[in-house]
């Protein structure tokens, strides 16, 4: 074969691998964050709905006498019940938070642990998030810092949860780290807490970061948002 014709096929192939990873990039860095923003306000207008629809509901009235609270629903897989905000990573951030932390689960918000407490509980509520792709939504999770607020509703309460300490670094198999008393928090017993789990590196997965947060307080959704919000 000819010197030229393997130069050119050689500068043509290059070419083409080079054009493969910028469509990948470009997918990485861009298309997933449009699908995320897309299927994120999706899930969040979901919510605000059925909230409205609960709220203008003949038996969500005030009632004559007071009766016995019904058993809370069970979690529907892959469906949003909660909306979470951390004033840390600026104004206008909220995530859905669905159950489960499936890929596909994933890729529309955050993703509820299944098994672990619900908000405001005794136990664990357990919450994973992308670092990186999917909306970026814990990018800024190294930025977390001992008593920063973690606001959460379902909404009917405000949970407002307060960081223990800055992220933990520890491994994928570190199961430990959502149980009801989280291993390595600090926690010496049960309580009301929340944790929060992403990948490190920022883009890589062979680790993961672990914020561990405390109930701090709550507040009904009637009596507006907690002042958390500008803390």
């Not at 605000?48 to 004559?64: F, K």
């Not at 959502?178 to 928090?185: E, L, Q």
Request: aromatic share 10%; with cysteine; glycine share 10%.
């Amino acid at each position: 074969m000819p010197v030229r014709l393997v130069v050119r096929t050689f500068s043509e192939l290059c070419i083409t691998v080079g054009a493969l990873i910028v469509l990948f990039v470009v997918y990485v860095l861009f298309w997933t964050g449009v699908k995320a923003a897309d299927a994120t306000g999706e899930e969040l207008d979901a919510l605000r709905g059925q909230w409205a629809r609960t709220a203008a509901a003949p038996g969500a009235r005030p009632s004559p006498e007071p009766a016995k609270p019904p058993a809370p629903a069970a979690y529907r897989d892959g469906k949003p019940f909660a909306m979470l905000y951390i004033p840390r990573f600026g104004k206008g951030w909220e995530w859905p938070v669905l159950e489960n932390t499936e890929v596909r689960t994933l890729q529309k918000g955050l993703g509820h642990y299944r098994g672990t407490a619900r908000p405001g509980e005794t136990g664990n509520f357990a919450v994973a998030g992308h670092r990186r792709t999917y909306g970026d939504p814990f990018k800024d999770f190294p930025k977390l810092r001992r008593g920063d607020a973690v606001l959460l509703t379902d909404g009917t309460t405000w949970f407002t949860y307060r960081i223990e300490k800055p992220p933990h670094r520890t491994v994928p198999s570190d199961t430990g780290v959502i149980a009801p008393v989280p291993r390595g928090s600090g926690f010496d017993g049960p309580g009301r807490y929340l944790t929060l789990t992403t990948c490190e590196p920022e883009w890589g997965s062979s680790h993961r970061l672990i914020a561990w947060a405390h109930l701090d307080a709550t507040r009904p959704v009637a009596e507006g948002r907690p002042a958390a919000f500008h803390s």
